[in-house]
T-cell receptor, first 110, second 115 residues
């Protein structure tokens, strides 16, 4: 979706932190989402953040939201090989229709 | 619960052939969606159905039709397949959670090649 932008690739060493960044355009989005897609599978909801929050933490995942700059990030602490996947940022600018970024392919190297 | 199921998993068509992709969900969700996924473009919405009996166009509806057969099932039809429709197709369903967030659940996808 052209309204949500992400970098396409990220390579990270096992055990390090990964940070995936996303910018979005519609300031009326109530929620912003992160999805994970493993090879050959559908998308799985990882986490979401309400637009009036700055941060949300869920185990190894931390979501940061800068509403002024329309910038969203996902931090994965202690990245593992099982975290290798494509990560999608998404917003809902209208009704129930999610608008997705192109996805960031995260590769975890030993 | 099986969640969202899609059939077939793989399909090869010749240009001009038609086919229907099937999707079913057992979560009693009102909203259902069809997306296509192409490299470097993320997911693009083809059609969606906010509730049984209603359908609406998404971002890329040309060349497709849909039917919301009942609350469980939402099918996508290609009447005359074109090579540009080679893609991975995902069905999804959603319902507002207790927090108000719309959590979408995705099927495993159908990999379609049109030659």
């Amino acid at each position: 979706g052209e309204d949500v932008e992400q970098s396409l690739f990220l390579s990270v060493r096992e055990g390090d932190s990964s940070v995936i960044n996303c910018t979005y355009t519609d300031s009326s989005s109530t929620y912003l989402y992160w999805y994970k897609q493993e090879p050959g599978a559908g998308l799985q909801l990882l986490t979401y953040i309400f637009s009036n929050m700055d941060m949300k933490q869920d185990q190894r995942l931390t979501v940061l939201l800068n509403k002024k700059d329309k910038h969203l990030s996902l931090r994965i602490a202690d990245t593992q090989t099982g975290d290798s996947a494509i990560y999608f940022c998404a917003e809902i600018p209208n009704d129930y229709k999610l608008s997705f970024g192109a996805g960031t392919t995260v590769t975890v190297r030993a | 619960n099986a969640g969202v199921t899609q059939t077939p998993k793989f399909q090869v068509l010749k240009t001009g052939q038609s086919m229907t992709l099937q999707c079913a969900q057992d979560m009693n969700h009102n909203s259902m969606y069809w997306y296509r996924q192409d490299p470097g473009m993320g997911l693009r919405l083809i059609y969606y159905s906010a509730s049984e009996g209603t359908t609406d166009k998404g971002e890329v509806p040309n060349g497709y039709n849909v039917s919301r057969l009942n609350k469980r099932e939402f099918s996508l039809r290609l009447e005359s397949a074109a090579p540009s429709q080679t893609s991975v197709y995902f069905c999804a369903s959603s319902e507002a959670s207790g927090t108000g967030a719309h959590e979408q659940y995705f099927g495993p996808g159908t990999r379609l090649t049109v030659t």
